[in-house]
């Protein structure tokens, strides 16, 4: 399948599915959200197919509550609220899903920056 149409199955996903952080789609279009089941699914297929696959990523979870009690859903780009909400460690391993290298990146703030510029380029 082509990518726009694997990038079509994430995001109907992900608005069906609005808990949900991450998606692996493989290139027949089989969505997983557990990567070792997609990687098995890439490994084993029956037509033995020569299978890839793609992460996809969206929203975060906050750890604040709204007036309602319940908790918010952040969309990207990560807005300040979200960077303050979350902790250095979080962050970089959001980054690292997203095969950003954190090796320099010191700071929240430039941890965010690097997952915006990223988005916003997907």
Same mark, same amino acid.
Do not use: C, R
């Given at each position: 399948?082509?990518?726009?149409?694997?990038?079509?199955? %994430?995001?109907? #996903?992900?608005? %069906?599915?609005? +808990?949900?952080?991450?998606?692996?789609?493989?290139?027949?279009?089989?969505? /997983? &959200?557990?990567?070792?089941? %997609?990687?098995?699914?890439?490994?084993?297929?029956? $037509?033995?197919?020569?299978?890839?696959?793609?992460? #996809?990523?969206? +929203?975060?979870?906050?750890?604040?509550?709204?007036?309602?009690?319940?908790?918010?859903?952040?969309? /990207?780009?990560?807005?300040?609220? $979200?960077?303050?909400?979350?902790?250095? +460690?979080?962050?970089?391993?959001?980054?690292?899903?997203?095969?950003?290298? &954190?090796?320099?990146?010191?700071?929240?703030?430039?941890?965010?920056?690097?997952?915006?510029?990223?988005?916003?380029?997907?």
């Amino acid at each position: 399948m082509k990518k726009t149409e694997l990038d079509k199955i %994430a995001k109907d #996903y992900f608005k %069906a599915n609005k +808990g949900e952080k991450s998606l692996i789609v493989t290139s027949d279009g089989q969505a /997983f &959200v557990n990567e070792n089941a %997609a990687k098995l699914h890439v490994n084993t297929n029956k $037509a033995k197919k020569k299978l890839t696959f793609e992460t #996809y990523t969206t +929203g975060v979870v906050d750890t604040s509550k709204n007036d309602e009690g319940k908790v918010d859903v952040v969309e /990207f780009p990560l807005n300040e609220k $979200a960077i303050k909400a979350f902790k250095l +460690g979080d962050l970089q391993k959001m980054a690292e899903d997203l095969k950003i290298d &954190v090796a320099e990146l010191d700071t929240k703030q430039k941890i965010a920056d690097a997952i915006n510029t990223l988005k916003a380029e997907a």
